[in-house]
């Protein structure tokens, strides 16, 4: 199937997951418009794009996704100068992590308000324009596989924004669908990235008072695996979810047996019951 004819706008598009998506997307026709918070990752990507043959079909913004204002202004000029968003991908994240007992009020704002809080402004500033134009469309939000099992306390704020990210994808489907807009969440295992540069996305202002500085020091010197996967691949995987409409895309068999367990322990303490809701 093909995207001609369709903008598909991708947050946090300039690196890793993101870029891959806007790569397949690009290569099955989308016209893609990247928002970034990095001007240093967008060139790369631009540049990515363009080596590829795909320089056409791409444009890239500077946008922080936490910034309301910013968005509001960004989706007016998606609106009025390209016809509207067709496929809002809401990816931009960064892997916060640190003892969640030294989190200070700075570390939950950083966390929440990107990994969430960028999702719910996504929705809040594209949304209505893609319900308005009536063409149907689609909706990927990107959690992670820390959304679907118990994670170390180090991961707790992260693993608690992509958890609500992963629920608020499920129980949103419908309502969307109701609209012709379909809707997956991309849970991925380990893939190449950029992810471990928390802190330089961290903004000043949530820097001062962090608890997690010797964290994000030690993150930042993280090696990416050889055989963690290509973003390409993961891009792929979400433009086939996109055409035959699959809630879930899950990257990773690993995790299987944590997802299990935690299901069971859920299971194993819930009473028995004959009302049925
Ligand atoms: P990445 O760091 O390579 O790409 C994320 C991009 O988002 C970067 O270009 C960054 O500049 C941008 N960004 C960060 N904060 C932003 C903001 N406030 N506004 C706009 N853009 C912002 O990392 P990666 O791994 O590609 O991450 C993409 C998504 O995938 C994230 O939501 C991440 O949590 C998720 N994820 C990644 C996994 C991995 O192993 N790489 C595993 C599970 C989930």
Redesign the pocket.
């Known amino acids: 199937t093909s995207f001609a004819g369709r903008n598909a706008f991708v ?2 598009g ?5 870029l891959g998506i806007a790569k397949a997307l690009a290569k099955r026709d989308a016209f893609v418009i990247i ?4 001007p240093d ?1 967008i060139g790369k990507a631009l540049k990515a794009m363009t080596a590829e043959g795909l320089g056409e079909s791409v444009i890239a913004m500077e ?4 910034d309301r204002a910013a968005y509001a202004d960004a989706a007016r000029r998606l609106d009025d100068e390209l016809g509207g968003v067709d496929i809002l991908v809401n ?5 916060v992590e640190g003892p969640v007992l030294e989190a200070t009020y700075a570390d939950w704002d950083f966390g929440l308000g ?2 969430l809080g ?1 999702v719910v402004n996504g929705l809040q500033s594209i949304l209505p324009q893609m319900i308005a134009h009536g063409r149907g469309g689609h909706v990927v939000n ?5 959304a679907s099992v118990v994670m170390p306390g180090h991961l707790a704020i ?1 693993a608690a924004g ?1 958890a609500a990210v992963l629920n608020l994808s499920e129980n949103m489907r419908a309502d969307l669908a109701a609209k012709g807009i379909g809707c997956s969440v991309l ?9 471990h ?1 928390a802190a330089r ?1 961290r903004p000043a202002h949530l820097r001062e008072g962090s608890g997690f500085v010797a964290s994000e020091q030690a993150l930042a010197k993280r090696v990416v695996g050889n055989d ?1 996967m290509d ?1 390409d691949l993961v891009g792929e995987m979400v433009a086939d979810a996109i055409v035959a409409n699959e809630l879930y895309v899950i990257t990773h068999g690993q995790f299987a047996n944590r997802m299990r367990e935690r299901a069971e322990a859920v299971l194993s303490t819930t009473p028995p019951s004959a009302i049925q809701f």
């Open positions: 947050t946090g300039a690196s890793g997951i993101g928002a970034d918070l990095r990752h946008l922080d996704v936490t990816n931009a994240g960064v892997g990107v990994n960028g990107t959690a992670s596989l820390a992260y992509k849970c991925p295992g380990f893939v190449r990235s950029n992810i540069e996305n963690w973003p």
